[in-house]
T-cell receptor
Framework: GQNIDQPTEMTATEGAIVQINCTYQ??????LFWYQQHAGEAPTFLSY????GLEEKGRFSSFLSRSKGYSYLLLKELQMKDSASYLC???????????FGTGTRLQVTL | NAGVMQNPRHLVRRRGQEARLRCSPM?????VYWYRQLPEEGLKFMVY????????ESGMPKERFSAEFPKEGPSILRIQQVVRGDSAAYFC????????????FGPGTRLTVL
């Protein structure tokens, strides 16, 4: 089965850096996804990691350590529009469905 | 280049009525997934379909819920005899291949059962 854990809420200041952690326990590993979801809207794809290490995409970076069952999403130069929920998700061993964590609600303040 | 389309965006039903939710995948995508998001909870997988086939329905409630993806037309998630606990956001996602490919989500249908 799959078990994905992430903090429920975080607060950070505009212009700062924030790291959102995700730990997972899976029966098989097929990579890890991060999605952003603004309130009342659809999740939008941010990143997909299948190999260990850091992948950078502009202000957003995602890190994976398969041996530790751990990933994080790093957001730099925070903007007010980054206030959203950030969802960590993993495909199952049969790779037919995504199991999501409960999401981390990030509040960016002035 | 349209993304995943879902309609209606908002649906209100009284207890006991039927709810029918539609999803058109992105062009070129033949795999459709339905997820449910209850208020203040995470997304939960319901069903995975390809054209004319249900591949994985392990997340579907055993009664009242059904899904199809016909050869022509959108995928349909049908909820019969709705109850208040069915009130949720229902999201459809599509991918070119399987879930190891990125799934792209539609805007969701928000179902409210009175």
């Amino acid at each position: 089965g799959q078990n994905i854990d992430q903090p429920t809420e975080m607060t950070a200041t505009e212009g700062a850096i924030v790291q959102i952690n995700c730990t997972y326990q899976t029966s098989g590993f097929n990579g890890l996804f991060w999605y952003q979801q603004h309130a009342g809207e659809a999740p939008t794809f941010l990143s997909y990691n299948v190999l260990d290490g850091l992948e950078e995409k502009g202000r957003f970076s995602s890190f994976l350590s398969r041996s530790k069952g751990y990933s994080y999403l790093l957001l730099k130069e925070l903007q007010m529009k980054d206030s959203a929920s950030y969802l960590c998700a993993a495909p199952t061993g049969t790779a037919s469905k995504l199991t999501f964590g409960t999401g981390t609600r990030l509040q960016v303040t002035l | 280049n349209a993304g995943v389309m879902q309609n209606p965006r908002h649906l209100v039903r009284r207890r006991g009525q039927e709810a029918r939710l539609r999803c058109s995948p992105m062009k070129g995508h033949s795999h459709v997934y339905w997820y449910r998001q209850l208020p203040e909870e995470g997304l939960k997988f319901m069903v995975y379909l390809q054209k004319e086939n249900i591949i994985d329905e392990s997340g579907m409630p055993k009664e009242r819920f059904s899904a199809e993806f016909p050869k022509e037309g959108p995928s349909i998630l049908r909820i019969q005899q709705v109850v208040r606990g069915d009130s949720a956001a229902y999201f459809c996602a599509s991918s070119p291949q399987r879930a190891t490919d990125t799934q792209y989500f539609g805007p969701g249908t928000r179902l409210t059962v009175l």
